[in-house]
T-cell receptor, first 117, second 112 residues
């Protein structure tokens, strides 16, 4: 399957700081990127979808000014959690889709665990 | 969003077959049925998908009911590494994208 990496794998930060999470598709070009978050003992929730070079489309209830998504290249997308608070502590997972990955199989990154103190 | 219904949890013994059911009575004609699984603290892993016909791959088999309102993921011989949360998802074109919207999934426990 396709290789997807996320960095960092985990991060602890103080309340009020901003955290940037990187997602890279290592062996294919991601024309579309999905970002999910997952709270403990819960399922994945889709946050937003972006196309390379375009603004992201956010799901209902997700603040676009708080979760900044940049999809500037076909191999890299970033999610920045601005002014993070404890309630933003979660497992963030990216899922790139695009040329070379196959239209029917969507791969996921290993996830980034964010803990806000 | 297309909704699926799965049992919260199931148990199996190692080396026995496992049948994980999924109901999707509101499925539309163009929805693909996807199965993913997730190990603790990892991203989801693709297992299998299908549209109308039964599908087999190296990981599992997918049996789809004739009316497509239900499907069953079959693990032919469960191993301890198959212990995970299994998600049955209808992939639907929405808002310009084919999105995977996750439900609660089934937590599979495999006993030695």
């Amino acid at each position: 399957g396709a290789v997807v990496s996320q960095h960092p794998s985990w991060v602890i930060c103080k309340s009020g700081t901003s955290v940037k999470i990187e997602c890279r598709s290592l062996d294919f070009q991601a024309t579309t990127m999905f970002w999910y978050r997952q709270f403990p003992k819960q399922s994945l929730m889709l946050m937003a979808t972006s196309n390379e070079g375009s603004k992201a489309t956010y799901e209902q209830g997700v603040e676009k000014d708080k979760f900044l998504i940049n999809h500037a290249s076909l191999t890299l997308s970033t999610l920045t959690v601005t002014s993070a608070h404890p309630e933003d502590s979660s497992f963030y997972i990216c899922s790139p889709l695009g040329r070379g990955s196959g239209p029917d199989t969507q791969y996921f990154g290993p996830g980034t665990r964010l803990t806000v103190l | 969003d297309a909704k699926t219904t799965q049992p919260n949890s199931m148990e199996s013994n190692e080396e026995e077959p496992v049948h994980l059911p999924c109901n999707h009575s509101t499925i539309s004609g163009t929805d693909y049925i996807h199965w993913y699984r997730q190990l603790p603290s990892q991203g989801p892993e693709y297992v299998i998908h299908g549209l109308t016909s039964n599908v087999n791959n190296r990981m599992a088999s997918l049996a789809i009911a004739e009316d497509r309102k239900s499907s069953t993921l079959i693990l032919h011989r469960a191993t301890l590494r198959d212990a995970a949360v299994y998600y049955c998802i209808l992939r639907r074109f929405s808002g310009g994208y084919n999105k995977l919207i996750f439900g609660a999934g089934t937590r599979l426990a495999v006993h030695p």
